[in-house]
């Protein structure tokens, strides 16, 4: 295993260092290491954002050009992605922010802001407008802690989840409310098609229609329709695939595609990562530890689900329904947040405090050339023939028909990183532990607009022509 140092570089920890993911015999990392030479990676230059006093665990992003970070301190600040200048810090809260959303505005609305919802471990929720910093409105009458925020577009209406689910209006109304619900409560909402929502409670999945009574009616409700009790230990990720699927992880390892409008099983892995044990042999001067099996994040590109599950990526085929790529060793300790980028580029971030760039690349096919039989067979000359086929066989059986190849290497934070946000102007933001929002862009970019820059502002003082054009 290896550690962080202060300037964010790894450093070996002692062999036979007895750590929370078990005990590691080696020295040795097994985690891959992609070295100071990253031609694939574009981010090289980084600028660090100061402002919060503790853990910074959210980031949302508003629109193009600003997204908000909200953290354990329980501050929110509104930043401007391309000058990592803060526009507003919203204060307001008391005690740590435990779920941010924004409820963005109709495009047919005129006069009407994107709205920040920021829920609160001091069992409140504020709204913020994103235009002006101002605070909107404030609920803070729950019986519990906000767990986790959500909006119905199609209804235009937000949802609350907590030990309880609430259902509000723009104007902050309550329309309607669940009962009380033990286990931990809601753990996580996602839409679903048809004024429903499917929310995480415990080991079971509950799906709810939301609607309103009567067009002419201000009164509505929201009404169980059915539970899904098929995972066998508690829901820690739930996701929407298309319209037409949604996935659920457990901390037992289990991936079940669901189907969105019927809620029935699409595909179920009861442990993902048993693919890798059946793939791989332990190797000699590796490090040795008891892997994790929870999934801890999911994402999804509308044909491939992407899981972190311990230190591990999997890459799961709804349509195929299995297995095509997995990465055991992505990272020296849990991985915290991936999603998936363009161009078949994966991002995940871990409490080792890095954030790693993989690529999904399609694996070339193996042909197995016949084994030589006779007396040179008998003599072993057809020995690494014999290898190819068998290996050919492996993939062949385990559908493993791609790879996910380390591109990049993010080192700039010193404690474990929470999440990220990817903008498409190629930026990404990441925040830590160690209480830092960084920005981070693609070099070549950013060198290329300074140069222009420069030669503008020659233009403007000298009147002078740059002799030539940067492309």
Known sequence: PHGLDNFGSRVPVAEGYQGQYGLYQWRKSSVLNIGEEQTQNPYTELSPLQAHQDIVRFLVQIDDFRFASAGDDGSVFVWDVQTGEILFALNGHLQKITAVVVFRTPEVSEGIHNIILTASSDKSVIAWDCESGQQVHKISDFQSTVKTLTVIHSLDVWLSGGSEVHVWNRNFNLLCKTGYYVDGGVSALIELPKNCVAAAIGKDLIIFNVSAVSEKSDRWDISEVKILSVHQDSIRA???????????????????????????????????????SLQEAPQEGKLTAEKKTAIQHVSCDGECVFAAVGESIYVYNVQEKRVIAFQVNAHDSNIQHLANLPNRQVVSCSEDGSVRIWELRSKPELYAEPVPTGFFGLL?????????SQAAKKIQDSGVVASLDLIGDLIGHSASVQMFLYFNDHS????????????WKEGKTESRLRSLLLFKKLDENNGLQPRFALS
């Not at 990441?430 to 830092?436: H, K």
């Open 238 to 276: 739930l996701l929407s695939v298309n319209d037409c699927m949604f996935v659920s992880g457990s901390d037992a390892g289990e991936l079940i595609v669901w189907d969105a409008v019927d809620w029935t099983i699409q595909a179920l892995e009861r442990k993902i990562s048993a693919i890798s």
């Open 380 to 388: 072993g000359f057809g020995k690494a023939s014999k290898q190819a």
């Open 428 to 439: 990404l933001v990441t925040c830590s532990a160690d209480q830092l929002v960084i920005i």
